[in-house]
């Protein structure tokens, strides 16, 4: 999971998320900019096939996650958010203009990234104590520039929310149940703890909405993110038992549409959306 892979896609989300009025000008670049406008004529050729673009299924994924984090603030006492592997994503920009010193919430990416998502973030007027950007590496269980280091600053009394947004794509499975392993862990020690994620099923590629424009999309965002995309579970029952095996306590997964109310065509069926909880460890 090196940072010149995730970089660009970094940069293309940022674009889409500004393109869409999602996001503040700060974190769009020029880099992402240069790469959706190279990728149009691969969109055109997708959409000219009946498939869907990749702008309009990261803004399903993009969408569905806000959805349940805004539902885990107001329903499930949740005021602390960790967003790991953040990127250029505005969500934390937008979660603190609308909720304010009611929720803290910490950006979290790789040093490289983080420094220059801080610099972004403090020219927009955004920086405070209670919203804030860290370095962390999610592979490393433990030490500074880790989940538990970054953790340790919140508040164990009141809930937290840990959100990752294509992030489980680049990693193969025992990666995968590793990070959900110590994301549970961590939940634990909180009042309260959710987990929300979009991820790739491959019933998705090898089931009844398996096409050639699927296939051509499939082929293209693995491309785009240099590198294979990885199918961890088969189908929602899967999953929940790799997450209940990880430790968390309950689970659910469902296709972004059933949260964008459709509008974003095959875009949001294909991609599925993860809520897992955690009920404090005594």
């Given at each position: 999971?090196?940072?010149?892979?995730?970089?660009?896609?970094?940069?293309?989300?940022?674009?889409?998320?500004?393109?869409?009025?999602?996001?503040?000008?700060?974190?769009?670049?020029?880099?992402?900019?240069?790469?959706?406008?190279?990728?149009?004529?691969?969109?055109?050729?997708?959409?000219?096939?009946?498939?869907?673009?990749?702008?309009?299924?990261?803004?399903?994924?993009?969408?569905?996650?806000?959805?349940?984090?805004?539902?885990?603030?107001?329903?499930?006492?949740?005021?602390?958010?960790?967003?790991?592997?953040?990127?250029?994503?505005?969500?934390?920009?937008?979660?603190?203009?609308?909720?304010?010193s009611s929720i803290t919430y910490v950006e979290a990416d790789l040093p490289d990234i983080a420094a220059r998502k801080r610099r972004a973030l403090e020219r927009a007027g955004s920086l405070s104590e209670h919203h804030q950007v860290e370095a962390l590496d999610v592979l490393r269980d433990s030490g500074e520039g880790s989940l538990?280091?970054?953790?340790?600053?919140?508040?164990?009394?009141?809930?937290?929310?840990?959100?990752?947004?294509?992030?489980?794509?680049?990693?193969?499975?025992?990666?995968?149940?590793?990070?959900?392993?110590?994301?549970?862990?961590?939940?634990?020690?909180?009042?309260?703890?959710?987990?929300?994620?979009?991820?790739?099923?491959?019933?998705?590629?090898?089931?009844?909405?398996?096409?050639?424009?699927?296939?051509?999309?499939?082929?293209?965002?693995?491309?785009?993110?240099?590198?294979?995309?990885?199918?961890?579970?088969?189908?929602?029952?899967?999953?929940?038992?790799?997450?209940?095996?990880?430790?968390?306590?309950?689970?659910?997964?469902?296709?972004?549409?059933?949260?964008?109310?459709?509008?974003?065509?095959?875009?949001?069926?294909?991609?599925?959306?993860?809520?897992?909880?955690?009920?404090?460890?005594?």
């Open positions: 999971m090196s940072s010149d892979r995730i970089s660009p896609t970094a940069h293309y989300t940022g674009y889409v998320w500004a393109r869409n009025g999602l996001s503040h000008p700060e974190l769009q670049t020029l880099e992402g900019r240069l790469l959706f406008e190279s990728l149009q004529p691969a969109m055109l050729v997708s959409r000219t096939l009946g498939g869907p673009s990749l702008e309009t299924y990261l803004l399903a994924r993009h969408r569905a996650i806000d959805t349940l984090l805004e539902r885990a603030i107001e329903e499930h006492r949740i005021t602390q958010v960790i967003e790991v592997a953040c990127g250029f994503s505005p969500r934390g920009w937008r979660f603190s203009k609308r909720f304010g538990a280091s970054v953790a340790d600053s919140l508040d164990r009394r009141r809930g937290l929310a840990i959100v990752t947004e294509g992030l489980l794509g680049y990693l193969d499975h025992g990666a995968v149940a590793e990070i959900w392993r110590r994301f549970a862990d961590t939940l634990h020690r909180f009042r309260s703890g959710r987990y929300i994620s979009d991820l790739h099923l491959g019933m998705v590629q090898r089931g009844s909405v398996q096409t050639l424009p699927v296939q051509a999309f499939r082929f293209m965002l693995s491309a785009f993110v240099r590198g294979r995309v990885h199918l961890h579970f088969e189908d929602p029952e899967d999953t929940i038992a790799g997450l209940r095996a990880a430790g968390f306590d309950d689970a659910e997964v469902l296709p972004a549409a059933s949260f964008t109310n459709g509008d974003l065509g095959l875009g949001g069926r294909l991609a599925h959306i993860l809520e897992a909880s955690t009920v404090r460890s005594s």
